[in-house]
């Protein structure tokens, strides 16, 4: 898949801004896009999904000034390292054995609790936080500026490796990354939105419908993540599994 020029990309989406330079990847890579508000960057991420298939460039909502995260190289991986890693990593795999290990180290009474809870003897709530994407306002509730990038990434799961971003505390490494976008997105329909450096949003076309699968998704997010419960006000795995409950909209940080 080739990327075509911005001027090629303009004259499939008419009224695109200008399309500029964001910033240049230690390994290389030109991030280029255009600057909207948080009214409007979501439409235009959709119009440019649908023309994906044929742009080979993915939309990514970022902060106006996320470019300054990729700036610097958080792994000693190549971009051709982590792109062959990320075709042999299985990312559920890697999810569930996070999950065991730190199970394993959870005390003997949390641990109780936990598989009591992924057995499905917790308690639901009667109205789960649900929380749409983070699109900022400010404080008198208007829009903010975003940067509509556009990634020359030859699959979506693929953004990871492409933004050669990864790898510090617990945020996953690029290659890692890239291989758990690739479960979730063949499990779920999970398409990668808005990233701002510490966080996630996807857009879920198959959210889990059951009850079971949600606390299977939720045992993955919060392995995933260190944000944990936090952006669903959610003090247990049941309640968390709550709010992924068919949630069109999933969001992740990290710390």
């Not at 230690?26 to 439409?43: K, N, Y």
């Amino acid at each position: 898949m080739t990327s075509p020029e911005p001027g090629v990309l303009a004259a499939r989406l008419p009224g695109l801004p200008p399309v500029e330079r964001v910033v240049v990847t230690p390994s290389g890579v030109e991030i280029v896009g255009f600057q909207a508000d948080s009214d409007t960057a979501l439409t235009w991420w959709r119009r440019l999904r649908e023309v994906y298939p044929t742009s080979g460039r993915w939309p990514l909502l970022m902060d106006s000034d996320a470019g300054e995260y990729l700036e610097d190289p958080y792994t000693s991986a190549t971009v051709e390292e982590s792109l062959a890693e990320a075709h042999t990593l299985d990312g559920a795999a890697l999810l569930a054995d996070t999950g065991r290990r730190w199970l394993a180290e959870c005390s003997p009474e949390y641990a109780a609790e936990l598989r009591a809870e992924l057995a499905g003897q917790g308690t639901w709530p009667e109205e789960p936080e649900q929380p749409g994407f983070g699109l900022r306002h400010d404080r008198g509730g208007r829009p903010e500026a975003i940067t509509v990038a556009l990634v020359p990434a030859a699959e979506p799961w693929l953004v990871p490796v492409t933004l050669h971003y990864g790898g510090w505390n617990k945020y996953p490494s690029p290659a890692e990354h890239a291989a758990i976008m690739r479960h979730w997105l063949d499990r779920y329909g999970a398409e990668p939105v808005v990233w701002t450096g510490t966080t996630m949003d996807y857009a879920v076309a198959r959210p889990p419908s059951t009850r079971p699968e949600a606390l299977a998704l939720a045992w993955e997010y919060r392995h995933y993540n260190d944000g944990e419960y936090d952006l669903y006000r959610a003090e247990t795995l049941t309640a968390l599994a709550g709010g992924l409950l068919n949630a069109p909209v999933w969001r992740m940080w990290w710390d």
